[in-house]
């Protein structure tokens, strides 16, 4: 099973930027799909969950309102958009798949906001 995160860059605090992450050697549309963040010298933190289908997603109270998480089961990728970004989002953007059986990681990616 592969996870990989792309879509981290360098931006602006207000900016916006996409993640993708491409999974394969599942059958992706058996897992819910998350994302997840760490920033330096802090624990990981749920961002964002989308379910099976996409007819269910959750934020945290930090990503609420700013970020969308969505699915396309079809090309097997989950995305998540993150608009007005703040410093405080700076981090590693983590994905994972996961059943009631198991649970897989992503190598993540670096999200830089700058003031």
């Known amino acids: 099973v592969q996870l990989q995160a792309s879509g981290g860059g360098l931006v602006q605090a207000g900016g916006s930027l996409r993640l993708s992450c491409a999974a394969s050697?599942?059958?992706?549309?058996?897992?819910?799909m998350g994302w997840f963040r760490q920033a330096p010298g802090k624990e990981r933190e749920f961002v964002s969950a989308i379910m099976r289908y996409g007819t269910h997603t959750s934020y945290s109270d930090s990503a609420k309102g700013r970020f969308t998480i969505s699915r396309d089961n079809a090309r097997n990728v989950v995305y998540l958009q993150m608009y007005s970004l703040r410093p405080e989002d700076t981090a590693v953007y983590y994905c994972?798949?996961?059943?009631?059986?198991?649970?897989?990681w992503g190598q993540g990616t670096l999200v830089t906001v700058s003031s």
């Open positions: 050697g599942l059958t992706f549309d058996h897992y819910h």
């Open positions: 994972n798949a996961i059943t009631t059986a198991r649970t897989y």
